[in-house]
């Protein structure tokens, strides 16, 4: 779960370098460190360990004598047992010192470590909550010789994922794992807990081999202790004012200050139990977090003797909180991405569950509206919150039945037909359904035929499967360019790939679509498809900043879908990651864009579907696999990610599946899944059959963006190694240099698998060029080439050193000889396939030596 953080650590200290490693309670600092000092111990290095307890804090030495040193009889003071401790440090060999909970050491022993670090140069390795106060002793210890900062982040999505799948033994379905992060706040101890106790409680079962819950909630009486322990350090005042917020829930600011001491508050936020967010009115909330510590204080029994604070609070506050109304309200990619990288330190599940109250409130107001008054306006209203949030299946069709026509506008009566259409879907009747309520309608309003006709179309392009290229799909009216009309013209051309038609088709500022965010959907995945990856991913990342400050859950699925491909083409895994972890915290959305959700899934299991060897365990298995294998956009159809995720890692047998699902794309009429498909494809394994159909997909839709790469691509899989040395010197960085790359190591792993020596040579040379040319910070996507036959985890750590340093100066890293290197190195050759060291670590590491 922290093998990243692990190994920043390992290399610091390899070298000498010291690392206070921070993190909120229960955020894995502990884990971490026992897995360095694992690491470290298996290599020879002398690991000495302290570890404070909160129960000694005030027994002196308790800390040092915990490491069990031979002090002679009267020579106990601070300096003699820093003599002996410095003696040990000492002794030939490496050697670290590590300290675990530094904030709870002891005077006596702070003073013992603060002697022995200024005579030994040993590099120290200490773990601390991330917002503590230090003292002067616990600083003086920390602040000698060089020190590296490491922060532990919450968990997102995939990791929670991942660690629930290895607590229990089998993954959990989306929904459930999406609540255990939000109520958990990403913190790994809480996740285990709710995860255990869940099962424990039988909250959790098992369905279709995977957990799922069986009721409403995850709390149970066996988290109880998890929180206590949690909350243990809080002063009386704080812990009151935890009450106080789990009573009001979330809440401005302005109101918490007249019934909460300023005091309190902060040293709550200091110790990272509150978190203070920016609402959609420009103001400042407040909220419990982690989110569980609320459902702790919301307990049936705590409630029952929460009546003289309940009192209190009504005493000094002259009315609860209102609820929030509804108010709906180019730059560079450099500036996008900040911001962006900038949202990371905000918490996920906060902002979910900000997102979910806000919904919640807004679908009660206007259910009561409709309830009153049965008008088509006020059911559209309704019905338009279902379009991103999840549904409540029963208030929706009790409104698409029940609402009158009488006196409507004709919009809000299209809106609830088209809404009733999809609903019928998302129930699983099919589109068949939709379409046949549809056309009743139309008898029934003949004067919206049009307008009807458009939202079939729109329904059958993107559910029903038509066959876009056979002309059975009628084409919307020239004269009908506004409204429905254009929207779902634009959304025809861009599953055909055909960009320019696309943009010309929304173009405007469509402030009376009948479907949301649709145009600019389609305006910034248009965008994308022509090439301006840049614009497209500017205007994308824009629109999810602007949607969750609005929070509007359809616009941020959207727009991060848009945003997801662009960071995903440019190798922007990490940012790719969080972004769609953020959506998946959400849990599984209403009808419209849970398809767009699912895409995500398999996209954000696209990396780990290349190089796991078990790629069951991979957060795509939560997307429906009820679907056909092709769709109308990448990722909707679960073709492209089987294709992936079960590679025999046989070029031949690849090439013919791709071959296969690409003619079938192209078939189907949706030509822009084909051409990702066909470049995804290319770029991971190159092939003959895929690249021809990449051409003639780009010839036949006029793109010609994607020139360099082709001929990059033709030079590779004809051998012809002297064209593709000129064609590489020659290369202007443009959008697909990233793509140049995962090319490049695609074609070397392919050549090795085929045993193809010379050509496998010729391409590690021609790959190394070219990222020593144009470095990247980004790992390159490549088929993991050991699934068959694994490489140990050592040979694969020498593997990526074998490509910049000798045996002897390996070995003097990793403290192992320079024969047991050569072992290694000839173990993972001979595993592998590879021709030299060159190759192998080409195959193993990343295109540049790890820092």
């Not at 208030?395 to 999809?422: H, I, Y």
Request: net charge negative; charged share 20%.
């Amino acid at each position: 779960m922290f093998d990243s953080e692990v190994q920043r650590i390992l290399d610091f200290v390899a070298r000498g370098i010291g690392v206070r490693v921070v993190g909120g309670p229960g955020g894995g600092k502990t884990t971490v460190l026992r897995n360095v000092m694992s690491n470290l111990e298996k290599s020879g290095v002398s690991v000495h360990f302290v570890s404070g307890l909160r129960t000694h804090r005030s027994i002196p030495y308790s800390a040092i004598k915990g490491l069990g040193l031979d002090v002679r009889p009267g020579r106990s003071s601070v300096l003699d047992i820093a003599d002996v401790f410095s003696s040990q440090l000492a002794k030939p060999g490496k050697h670290l010192l590590v300290v675990d909970d530094l904030h709870l050491l002891d005077s006596e022993s702070l003073a013992v470590l603060e002697a022995v670090r200024r005579r030994s140069d040993c590099p120290m390795v200490a773990t601390a909550p991330e917002t503590w106060a230090f003292s002067r002793g616990q600083l003086a210890v920390l602040n000698l010789g060089r020190e590296a900062h490491l922060q532990l982040d919450p968990l997102h999505y995939e990791q929670v994922h991942l660690l629930i799948a290895q607590v229990l033994g089998a993954p959990a379905d989306a929904d459930t794992t999406a609540r255990i992060l939000t109520k958990s706040a990403g913190n790994p101890r809480l996740v285990v807990r709710i995860a255990e106790t869940a099962v424990l409680s039988n909250l959790l079962v098992m369905e279709d081999k995977q957990w799922t819950m069986s009721a409403e909630t995850l709390w149970n009486e066996h988290l109880r202790g998890t929180l206590e322990a949690l909350l243990a350090e809080l002063s009386a005042d704080e812990f009151t004012a935890l009450h106080i917020m789990a009573i009001l829930g979330t809440a401005r600011v302005d109101v918490l200050l007249k019934v909460i001491h300023p005091d309190a508050l902060e040293g709550l936020e200091r110790r990272g139990f509150l978190s203070v967010l920016a609402d959609h009115q420009g103001g400042s909330i407040a909220a419990i977090s982690p989110p569980v510590i609320a459902d702790y204080f919301r307990d049936s029994k705590k409630l029952r003797d929460s009546r003289l604070l309940r009192t209190k609070i009504a005493g000094i506050l002259e009315a609860a909180p209102h609820a929030v109304p509804e108010k709906r309200t180019a730059d560079c990619l450099s500036r996008a991405l900040s911001a962006l990288r900038l949202e990371k330190a905000d918490d996920d599940a906060i902002t979910s569950r900000q997102i979910h109250e806000y919904n919640a409130d807004r679908e009660q107001i206007r259910f009561e509206r409709w309830q009153a008054n049965k008008s088509a306006a006020n059911a559209a209203a309704v019905l338009r919150i279902y379009w991103g949030a999840p549904v409540d299946v029963e208030r929706a069709s009790s409104v698409c039945a029940e609402t009158t026509n009488f006196d409507a506008e004709p919009q809000d009566l299209l809106f609830v037909a088209v809404t009733e259409a999809m609903l019928a879907i998302h129930t699983g009747r099919g589109p068949r359904a939709a379409v046949e309520i549809l056309q009743k309608f139309a008898g029934d309003n003949p004067q919206l035929l049009t307008e009807v006709n458009d939202a079939i179309l729109f329904i059958n392009v993107s559910h029903g499967r038509g066959r876009l290229d056979t002309g059975d799909l009628p084409a919307t009216s020239e004269s009908n360019k506004t409204g429905l009309g254009g929207l779902v013209q634009g959304l025809l051309e861009l599953y055909r790939c055909r960009p320019a038609a696309a943009l010309d088709a929304v173009e405007g500022a469509g402030d009376d679509d009948a479907i949301p965010h649709l145009r600019p959907f389609v305006r910034s995945f248009a965008l994308f498809a022509a090439g301006r990856v840049e614009e497209s991913l500017v205007m994308a990342l824009d629109w999810r900043a602007e949607s969750r400050k609005n929070l509007d859950q359809f616009g941020v699925i959207t727009s991060s879908y848009v945003a997801a491909h662009g960071l995903l083409y440019r190798g922007h895994f990490e940012e790719a990651e969080y972004l769609m972890s953020s959506v998946f915290a959400m849990g599984r959305p209403g009808f419209v864009v849970d398809s767009l959700y699912d895409a995500m899934l398999r996209l954000a299991g696209l990396r780990h579907a290349t190089t796991a060897l078990l790629p069951t365990l991979s957060i795509a298995a939560q997307a429906r696999t009820d679907v056909a294998d092709v769709g109308p956009l990448p990722g909707i159809g679960k073709g492209a990610y089987e294709l992936i995720a079960h590679n025999s890692t046989q070029p031949s047998t690849f090439d013919r599946k791709a071959t296969k699902l690409i003619k079938q794309q192209l078939k189907s009429g949706y030509v822009l899944e084909a051409l990702m498909t066909a470049l995804l494809c290319t770029c991971l394994i190159p092939g003959r059959q895929v690249l021809d159909l990449l051409q003639k997909i780009l010839q036949e839709s006029g793109l010609t963006v994607h020139h360099q790469l082709v001929a990059i691509a033709c030079a590779v899989v004809e051998g012809d190694h002297k064209l593709l040395g000129l064609l590489l010197k020659h290369y202007e960085p443009d959008i697909d240099t990233y793509q140049v790359g995962m090319l490049l190591r695609g074609a070397l792993k392919r050549h090795v698998i085929e045993g193809d020596a010379a050509a496998a040579d010729a391409m590690a040379q021609a790959s190394s060029v070219f990222a020593v040319r144009f470095p990247s910070a980004n790992e390159q996507l490549s088929f993991n080439s050991f699934r068959a036959t694994p490489l140990t985890e050592r040979e694969i750590e020498v593997a990526i050193l074998a490509g910049h340093l000798t045996n002897v100066e390996i070995g003097e890293q990793l403290g192992i000889s320079a024969r047991t290197v050569e072992n290694h190195i000839s173990n993972a050759l001979r595993k592998s396939g590879a021709t030299s060291r060159n190759s192998l670590f080409m195959l193993v590491g990343n295109s540049l030596p790890p820092r």
